[in-house]
């Protein structure tokens, strides 16, 4: 098969261990987004299958209609909301997807960024190479009060950690959060308004869907205290769009730190929380280690290698299985 890994930033699909298992099959990676429908069909009218960098690339019908050889579309990390899987359908391709990946290591980054933050570290290391010594004088984490917005894996993850410091760990989120953080003795705020005016570092992890875009509205944003810290290491779509540059220019909150961006990539510097003196921005790392890059290609090469043997595994749309194109 002809196969086309997309957007591999890092250039690191060679470096894997596991990318030696297609030897068989004629690779291609892509190392630079193509976000133009016309010009990305024109990039992939000649594979058969693609494996997918989480969700970089959007894969719309519009595209699809214009790839008549592709017969797999292999998905790495958990999202699939950039792939019209009903397309791939009509169109006889297989999407292939796994569960959910490690998630630890994004609530490893949500930490390194409450730390980086509260410590001042990139001004403090910026000033040092500088020639300057102490500059700034950082805020402690113990008795703070950590609202962590959505309990899954990873705000679970986040929670224990805030716990460990000798924060008090509050929770918001829908009826299931709520009855896991009181079963495992955090705190829940009286209301939803509570839980933005009591926290002193807000972190946010809960499931971007239609249903909860734009879930934390500049209403919110407005409660939180003038010294409070955001954090969002999940999806920026879930705040207001415009609502956090706005919020951080009026004072609440004071600072944020940011791993995701409503279009992504960014290239050139061109967003205006990076012009923000109190913002930590970081290029959507959350996944991006070694460990995660190789559970996730692995796992898209598995779907693959199956395919080849026609023996589908890991199908998004099963469906389609009656009607596969040949």
Request: charged share 20%; hydrophobic share 45%; aromatic share 8%.
């Amino acid at each position: 098969m002809k196969i086309a890994v997309l957007d591999d930033y890092q250039k690191s699909y060679h470096r894997l261990a596991c990318a030696q298992r297609l030897a068989g099959h004629q690779v291609m990676v892509f190392h630079e987004n193509e976000r133009d429908v016309t010009r990305l069909a024109a990039r992939l009218q000649d594979f058969d299958a693609l494996i997918l960098t989480q969700e970089r690339s959007a894969i719309p019908r519009a595209l699809i209609e214009k790839l008549p050889r592709l017969r797999i579309i292999a998905q790495t990390g958990s999202h699939r909301k950039h792939i019209d899987v009903a397309a791939c359908t009509d169109a006889g391709i297989v999407v292939a997807a796994v569960p959910n990946g490690p998630s630890y290591t994004t609530a490893e980054l949500t930490w390194a960024l409450i730390l980086a933050s509260l410590r001042h570290l990139p001004e403090e290391v910026r000033q040092l190479k500088a020639g300057a010594w102490q500059t700034t004088v950082g805020t402690g984490l113990r008795g703070k009060t950590l609202g962590v917005y959505g309990l899954g894996h990873i705000g679970g993850a986040v929670a224990s950690v805030g716990r460990a410091f000798g924060m008090e760990v509050i929770c918001w989120g829908r009826e299931n959060t709520l009855i896991k953080a009181a079963a495992t003795g955090y705190a829940v705020p009286l209301s939803r308004e509570a839980f933005f005016e009591h926290a002193d570092i807000l972190s946010l992890h809960v499931w971007f869907s239609p249903e909860t875009t734009g879930i934390v509205t500049a209403a919110d944003l407005a409660r939180m205290k003038p010294a409070a810290l955001l954090v969002n290491t999940s999806r920026a779509g879930l705040i207001e769009q415009g609502a956090l540059a706005a919020a951080l220019e009026k004072g609440r909150p004071g600072y944020a730190a940011v791993d995701v961006y409503d279009h992504e990539p960014i290239v050139g510097g061109d967003h205006p929380l990076l012009k923000m003196p109190n913002v930590i921005c970081t290029p959507h790392l959350g996944g991006v280690v070694w460990e995660t890059f190789e559970f996730m290609y692995g796992h898209a090469i598995d779907s693959i290698l199956s395919f080849a043997e026609n023996k589908p595994i890991n199908v998004y749309n099963p469906e389609v299985l009656a009607r596969l194109r040949t």
